[in-house]
């Protein structure tokens, strides 16, 4: 899928790559502050049920991902899989790449 993108479309990615993480990252805050602040269950239930969320949000490609000689339309998809970006994001992108991001986002659905 290497050919699925331009070198315009790998730097504007690189350029965008941290504004979605760091966007995803703050609705993921967001988010541990409703379940800490929440009157159900016991605290330490939240507190453990929030250790959890992060383990397992940690994985996300909009909190961590290596982009060292990785497939960007398979990082994007997955990017849009786990809603850290929309199809409004791929704005700017050659339409090559945004075909094939979407062509494997839609076939996954």
Same mark, same amino acid.
């Given at each position: 899928?290497?050919?699925?993108? !331009? +070198?315009?479309?790998? +730097? ?6 941290? +504004? ?5 990252? =703050? ?5 541990? @502050? ?12 939240? #507190?453990? $049920?929030?250790? *959890? ?5 940690? &994985?996300?490609? $909009?909190?961590?991902?290596?982009? =060292?000689?990785? *497939?960007?339309? #398979? ?7 786990? &809603?850290? @970006? !929309?199809?409004? *994001?791929?704005? $700017? #992108?050659?339409?090559? #790449? +945004?075909?094939? @991001?979407?062509? *494997? ?5």
């Amino acid at each position: 899928m290497k050919d699925d993108y !331009t +070198k315009s479309d790998r +730097k504007l990615f690189l350029e965008r790559l941290p +504004k979605w993480q760091e966007a995803y990252m =703050d609705r993921l805050n967001r988010e541990y @502050i409703e379940l800490l602040s929440s009157e159900a269950g016991n605290p330490s239930d939240r #507190f453990w $049920g929030l250790i *959890d969320r992060i383990k397992e949000d940690r &994985k996300n490609p $909009g909190v961590r991902c290596k982009v =060292d000689r990785v *497939d960007l339309v #398979f990082l994007m998809r997955d990017l849009m899989y786990n &809603k850290v @970006i !929309t199809a409004d *994001d791929l704005e $700017g #992108f050659s339409e090559k #790449f +945004k075909e094939a @991001i979407l062509r *494997d986002v839609f076939e996954e659905a």
